[in-house]
């Protein structure tokens, strides 16, 4: 995907999804913990397999396909469909865990654009309480004049990386393995970026029932380092 971003949308972009990001994201694993206790993902290939699983079959191409629909929402000003986004995502959910962690996020990437920038409130009020994560993102990136791409692209990237930096932590691989496997990824978040912005509504479906069990499952874990 060719992209084009003006300074200030580069940087706030970097901004968005940097890990210091005051989101919460490193608390969740996203049913990884729960496949590392069991003995299915043990070393870097595992970890691998499960990620390109995921991203060319799994939840997250809906989450963001979803987040380019608030981004779109918020920059024709259609408030009505960015809530009704908002509901069919958190429907969407298949675990309690999973539905939690994306509130949680959301509700915590609202907060700090209220404070960062206040007039984006008249946006986000019209949401409710419960905002899932990828809308909050998307609200963000339109707000904040990022390319659409780049929008996607980033949202990708923060969403392996936190994965990775989980997977380096409890498998436990080393630093240069993990960066090693996001420079992998790279070529396959270019390829499902173009088939994510290519989604029609009706083809929002996704093959998602390891992950539900993994995080169903990681309800009940014993010993847990991780909120999901």
Sequence with gaps: MDIMLTDNAFLSILQLTSPALPVGA???????????????????????????????????????????????????????????????LSAARETEELRTSSWQMGRSLIQLLGKLQPEILSITNNIGSQCNYAIAFGIAAAHWQIDIKAALLGYLHSWASNLITAGVKIIPLGQTAGQMLLLDLQELLSVVGVEILALEDDDLACCTWGLSLASMQHETQYTRLFRS
């Design 26 to 88: 490193y608390s969740y694993s996203e049913g990884l913990e729960t496949l590392v206790e069991q003995g299915i993902i043990v070393n870097q290939q595992n970890l691998q397999g499960w990620l390109t699983s995921q991203l060319r079959y799994g939840a997250i191409r809906i989450e963001a396909a979803v987040m380019i629909r608030a981004y779109k929402s918020v920059k024709i000003g259609d408030l009505e469909a960015l809530a009704y986004w908002n509901r069919w």
